[in-house]
């Protein structure tokens, strides 16, 4: 009997791992696999629920003697199963319950080889294999801009728990120097959870939109867009911003951590940064890069001043070549060489 992919993740709809739990379900069952998920914690009514993670839903440890955790590294294995860790971290130091976490798992599945390299320096010593996170490309993909009396810029993320490294502060700051309020034909737009606490913001430029959304929404999003600028001090992968190149808008972010294996000058802006200690959420957590804002506000002042598309065109190329099938495929033929499948 084909053992079936047994996989614990948050089932909520809009935090970063319920997403990435969520692909990988839809991808596991596409390739033919039997899913079973079984909750570290669910939440409903809040953001949209695939039917198929609906079907995948289980309450219990099931009798495999594997699974898959799709989760940061703080979520401790319990039970005796054999763990496949589905995990990212953002900053250059794991916390030392993650080290001791990550080594309890037989694999140990990241989407950079910087994760990888960072882990085995602080004594991470399972076997770990790269399988890079990727996007939907029948809805994040390269969309005409459409002409207007405005020059947009985004930026979104979340400001709660582990938000505090999205750099909205940095953004806004940067903005106002780069665009003083004589400048008219300029906007910004800031795309939020409903939770996250407010910004101080006293410009009527500004527009903030807090809602949970679907993928088509945000892909229309990003598509209204001229710009997305992110000012992240770390990206395990860095999904915003490779959605937004996808639909072929001009990405500023700060090139540290797992992003910098997929963004740099040939297709996007990236943001010159300073190494400092990693803070908040990620206490005793190594390092991370801080956006120089001087840099920050020139990026955007040459976007939009420039206003170069080809940057654009390469970008969306690049970014559609990293699909969530192609992940999927990647992480099922990891699955198979490390033996949980035949």
Not at 79 to 102: F, P
Not at 123 to 133: C, S, T
Not at 169 to 190: G, N, Q, S, T, Y
Request: hydrophobic share 35%; with cysteine; proline share 5%.
């Amino acid at each position: 009997m084909e053992k079936r992919c047994v996989i614990r993740g948050v089932v909520d709809g809009y935090s970063s791992y319920s997403l990435h739990c969520f692909r990988v379900v839809e991808g596991m069952t596409k390739l033919g696999r039997e899913v079973a998920l079984f909750p570290v914690t669910m939440e409903q009514g809040k953001a949209p629920i695939p039917r198929v993670v609906y079907e995948s839903l289980v309450n219990k440890h099931q009798q495999e003697d594997w699974e898959m955790i799709i989760h940061c590294p703080t979520l401790r294995p319990t039970g005796n199963k054999r763990i496949v860790y589905n995990t990212m971290w953002e900053s250059t130091k794991l916390h030392k319950e993650a080290v001791i976490n990550l080594n309890q798992s037989d694999l140990i599945v990241a989407p950079s080889n910087w994760n990888i390299g960072c882990w085995n320096a602080q004594g991470v010593k399972r076997p770990m294999v790269k399988v890079p996170l990727g996007i939907d490309t029948s809805v994040f993909h390269y969309r005409p801009p459409k002409k207007k009396d405005v020059f947009l810029f985004g930026t979104a993320g979340r400001t709660a728990a582990g938000g505090c490294r999205k750099g909205f502060r940095d953004v806004l700051e940067a903005w106002r120097k780069a665009f003083p309020k004589r400048i008219k034909d300029v906007r910004l737009l800031v795309k939020m959870h409903p939770d996250d606490p407010d910004l101080d913001i006293d410009d009527e430029r500004v527009l903030v939109k807090k809602e949970f959304w679907t993928r088509a929404q945000l892909a229309s999003w990003y598509a209204g867009l001229d710009c997305l600028v992110s000012a992240s001090y770390g990206e395990g992968w860095g999904l915003h911003q490779q959605e937004a190149a996808a639909t072929g808008r001009s990405v500023i972010c700060v090139p540290f951590g797992g992003i910098s294996e997929w963004f740099n000058e040939e297709i996007g802006y990236p943001v010159d940064y300073v190494l400092t200690k990693a803070g908040d959420h990620y206490d005793n957590g190594g390092l991370w890069a801080k956006p120089k804002l001087s840099s920050l506000v020139d990026r955007m002042r040459e976007v939009y001043q420039t206003r170069r598309c080809e940057k654009a065109l390469r970008a969306s190329e690049r970014a559609m070549s990293f699909s969530w099938d192609n992940s999927n495929k990647m992480l099922n033929q990891a699955l198979v060489n490390a033996g949980i499948y035949k």
